[in-house]
Protein backbone atom coordinates (compact mmCIF):
# COMPACT_ATOMS: atom_id res chain seq x y z
CA UNK A 1 0.00 0.00 0.00
CA UNK A 2 1.14 3.14 -0.88
CA UNK A 3 0.29 6.71 -0.04
CA UNK A 4 0.82 9.51 -1.83
CA UNK A 5 0.21 13.60 -0.47
CA UNK A 6 1.15 16.55 -2.77
CA UNK A 7 1.78 19.59 -2.09
CA UNK A 8 3.69 22.97 -3.45
CA UNK A 9 0.22 23.96 -5.61
CA UNK A 10 -1.04 27.45 -5.67
CA UNK A 11 -0.98 30.84 -7.01
CA UNK A 12 1.81 31.89 -9.69
CA UNK A 13 2.11 34.65 -12.50
CA UNK A 14 2.37 33.39 -16.02
CA UNK A 15 6.21 33.38 -16.53
CA UNK A 16 6.58 32.56 -12.77
CA UNK A 17 7.99 28.57 -11.22
CA UNK A 18 6.10 26.58 -8.67
CA UNK A 19 8.20 23.22 -7.70
CA UNK A 20 5.16 20.48 -6.46
CA UNK A 21 6.21 17.89 -4.11
CA UNK A 22 4.88 14.61 -3.75
CA UNK A 23 5.66 12.70 -0.32
CA UNK A 24 4.91 8.69 -0.22
CA UNK A 25 4.34 6.57 2.84
CA UNK A 26 5.43 2.88 2.84
CA UNK A 27 8.69 1.03 2.73
CA UNK A 28 8.40 -0.05 -1.06
CA UNK A 29 8.07 3.64 -2.95
CA UNK A 30 12.00 2.63 -4.08
CA UNK A 31 10.28 0.48 -6.24
CA UNK A 32 7.35 2.06 -7.85
CA UNK A 33 7.73 4.48 -10.68
CA UNK A 34 6.37 7.71 -10.22
CA UNK A 35 4.24 10.05 -12.21
CA UNK A 36 2.31 13.45 -12.43
CA UNK A 37 -0.94 14.13 -13.96
CA UNK A 38 -2.97 17.30 -14.40
CA UNK A 39 -6.86 17.82 -15.20
CA UNK A 40 -8.28 20.95 -15.70
CA UNK A 41 -12.25 21.91 -15.29
CA UNK A 42 -14.34 20.29 -18.31
CA UNK A 43 -11.27 18.45 -19.51
CA UNK A 44 -10.20 14.68 -19.48
CA UNK A 45 -7.02 13.98 -17.45
CA UNK A 46 -3.50 14.85 -18.87
CA UNK A 47 -0.24 12.89 -18.85
CA UNK A 48 2.26 15.22 -17.22
CA UNK A 49 5.89 13.66 -16.92
CA UNK A 50 6.74 10.11 -15.01
CA UNK A 51 10.21 8.40 -13.48
CA UNK A 52 11.29 4.66 -13.01
CA UNK A 53 11.78 3.82 -9.99
CA UNK A 54 15.78 3.98 -10.24
CA UNK A 55 15.40 7.83 -11.57
CA UNK A 56 17.30 6.86 -15.05
CA UNK A 57 14.56 7.25 -16.82
CA UNK A 58 11.95 9.79 -17.26
CA UNK A 59 9.25 10.78 -20.02
CA UNK A 60 7.38 14.31 -20.59
CA UNK A 61 4.39 15.00 -22.64
CA UNK A 62 5.54 16.60 -25.67
CA UNK A 63 4.21 19.93 -24.88
CA UNK A 64 5.55 20.26 -21.87
CA UNK A 65 9.27 19.38 -22.49
CA UNK A 66 11.78 22.11 -21.69
CA UNK A 67 9.32 23.29 -19.05
CA UNK A 68 9.10 20.73 -17.04
CA UNK A 69 11.00 18.75 -14.88
CA UNK A 70 10.17 15.27 -12.73
CA UNK A 71 12.75 14.08 -10.19
CA UNK A 72 12.63 11.63 -6.96
CA UNK A 73 14.61 11.30 -4.06
CA UNK A 74 14.24 8.26 -2.65
CA UNK A 75 15.72 8.48 0.73
CA UNK A 76 12.68 11.23 1.19
CA UNK A 77 10.19 8.67 -0.30
CA UNK A 78 9.32 11.49 -2.66
CA UNK A 79 9.02 12.85 -5.71
CA UNK A 80 9.14 16.37 -6.93
CA UNK A 81 7.82 18.32 -10.82
CA UNK A 82 9.76 21.39 -11.26
CA UNK A 83 7.33 23.78 -13.37
CA UNK A 84 9.27 26.95 -14.86
CA UNK A 85 7.65 29.39 -17.47
CA UNK A 86 4.37 28.33 -16.79
CA UNK A 87 1.08 29.29 -18.64
CA UNK A 88 -2.22 30.14 -17.85
CA UNK A 89 -2.93 27.00 -20.20
CA UNK A 90 -1.10 24.81 -17.19
CA UNK A 91 -3.76 25.92 -14.65
CA UNK A 92 -5.09 22.49 -13.71
CA UNK A 93 -5.20 19.83 -10.31
CA UNK A 94 -1.82 18.42 -10.71
CA UNK A 95 -2.33 14.54 -8.73
CA UNK A 96 0.81 12.34 -8.39
CA UNK A 97 0.19 8.51 -9.00
CA UNK A 98 2.55 5.25 -8.38
CA UNK A 99 2.65 2.76 -10.79
CA UNK A 100 4.39 -0.85 -9.74
CA UNK A 101 4.66 -2.17 -13.23
CA UNK A 102 6.90 0.43 -14.22
CA UNK A 103 7.55 3.91 -16.11
CA UNK A 104 4.31 4.57 -18.25
CA UNK A 105 2.29 7.58 -19.49
CA UNK A 106 -1.15 6.35 -19.20
CA UNK A 107 -3.03 6.88 -16.17
CA UNK A 108 -4.44 3.35 -16.30
CA UNK A 109 -1.52 1.80 -15.58
CA UNK A 110 -1.26 3.76 -12.28
CA UNK A 111 -2.03 1.59 -8.83
CA UNK A 112 -2.00 4.94 -6.39
CA UNK A 113 -3.25 7.88 -6.51
CA UNK A 114 -2.76 11.72 -4.41
CA UNK A 115 -5.38 13.41 -4.13
CA UNK A 116 -4.20 16.67 -6.02
CA UNK A 117 -2.69 20.03 -5.36
CA UNK A 118 -4.28 23.45 -7.33
CA UNK A 119 -2.39 25.12 -9.49
CA UNK A 120 -3.13 28.82 -11.07
CA UNK A 121 -1.59 30.23 -13.55
CA UNK A 122 -2.42 34.32 -13.89
CA UNK A 123 -2.21 36.17 -16.89
Known amino acids: QVQLVESGGGLVQAGGSLRLSCAAS????????MGWFRQAPGKERQFVAA????????RYADSLKGRFTISRDSAKNTVYLQMNSLKPEDTAAYYC????????????????WGQGTQVTVSS
Open 97 to 112: AAASHGIATMGDLYDY
Open 51 to 58: ISWRGSIT
Open 26 to 33: GRTFSTYA
